[in-house]
Structures are given as structure tokens and as C-alpha cells.
């Protein structure tokens, strides 16, 4: 934010609704900036020199926009511990995230064994912890396509799977 004329001789001060902001900047006679401006406002700047003060025309309107955050995931009832057996069904319900403005997104997926490609999960659904696998993971986070806007940080929970024990009878004769 800042004037693209200034004058020689001349001290810019920004202002908003509480008053200045920052400290005056003298004119070069070239375009100066008053910095990134964060605060949701409607900001002005007034010309300041021996001969008096002058409002300059124009104003600039500051919008903030929430960032998105994750909802919640709650594991489902009677697999709230971190380590389950081969077989077990695990699930979890996810709540809405918060912020961002665009179109915005929840996103709900799962995947096994901590690592390659998540797949699209649905709220409370059961997944099968199968023999082979390690863990299962469940993650929510929260997009949004307006300026400024990022991915929320994924909210996670997991199960360490365990594989289940094999029963193996063998018969032996003894003379």
C-alpha cells in the first residue's frame, strides 16, 4: 500500500478508522510504500507540508480471510486405542473444518500402511484392518480456493495393526 506520485517536500501519512498508522514517509517525488498492510480496515493517507495538510483521493479496503482448519476426527467406539488386531474393523467421524473463502473443501481420506496414495473416506464408514498390513490411517483437512488461502494442516488418527495369531497343531508320533 503506498502513493505512486509522491512529492519532494511532502510527509504521507496512512490512516485508518483508529487513527495513523506506522509513521509518516516523506515523499521522494517517486512511488513509497507504507508495508503490507494486515489489519481488515479501510485505510487513507493525507499529504502533510509547511503550507498544510490535504486528504489524497482514494482509499484502499483490507479484507482478511479466515485460513482454513481442520475439523475433527473421533475413532469410533470400541477401537479408541492405537493398536487393533488383523481383522478389526476401525472407523472414525469427522466434523466440518472452520475459515477459508472460495470454494471450500473437507477433505476425508484413509490409507494403509503409512505411505503411497489416500483413498476417499466417508464419516463412520469401517475399514478392515487386513492381514498384511501394518497400519491404517484416517485424515481430515480443509481446502480453500480464495486469495490467500491454503491447505489447513491434516488432522490424523491411526491404528498400528497387529497380525493375529496363527494356530498350527502338528501331530507327532513317538515310538
Do not use: E
Not at 56 to 74: A, E
Not at 81 to 89: E, L, N, W
Not at 97 to 123: C, E, F, K, N
Request: hydrophobic share 35%.
Amino acid at each position: 500500500m503506498g502513493v505512486a506520485n509522491s512529492q519532494t517536500g511532502v510527509n504521507y501519512q496512512l490512516k485508518n478508522s483508529t487513527g495513523n498508522v506506522g509513521l509518516a514517509v516523506a515523499g521522494t517525488g517517486s512511488a513509497i510504500t507504507f508495508g503490507l498492510q494486515t489489519a481488515a480496515d479501510t485505510y487513507t493517507v493525507i499529504g502533510t507540508n509547511s503550507c498544510g495538510t490535504t486528504a489524497m483521493t482514494g482509499s484502499v479496503i483490507v479484507t482478511v480471510s479466515p485460513q482454513p482448519v481442520s475439523g475433527t476426527l473421533t475413532k469410533g467406539s470400541g477401537v479408541t486405542g492405537t493398536t487393533v488386531c488383523a481383522g478389526t474393523s476401525v472407523a472414525a467421524t469427522a466434523t466440518a473444518g472452520t475459515g477459508g473463502i472460495g470454494t471450500i473443501t473437507d477433505v476425508l481420506q484413509y490409507r494403509y500402511d503409512g505411505i503411497g496414495a489416500w483413498t476417499a473416506y466417508t464419516s463412520g464408514n469401517a475399514i478392515t484392518t487386513t492381514a498384511g498390513h501394518t497400519s491404517v490411517d484416517i485424515q481430515t483437512y480443509r481446502t480453500a480456493t480464495g486469495s490467500g488461502c491454503n491447505q489447513s494442516t491434516p488432522v490424523v488418527v491411526s491404528w498400528t495393526i497387529t497380525p493375529a495369531v496363527t494356530a498350527s497343531v502338528s501331530i507327532v508320533s513317538f515310538p
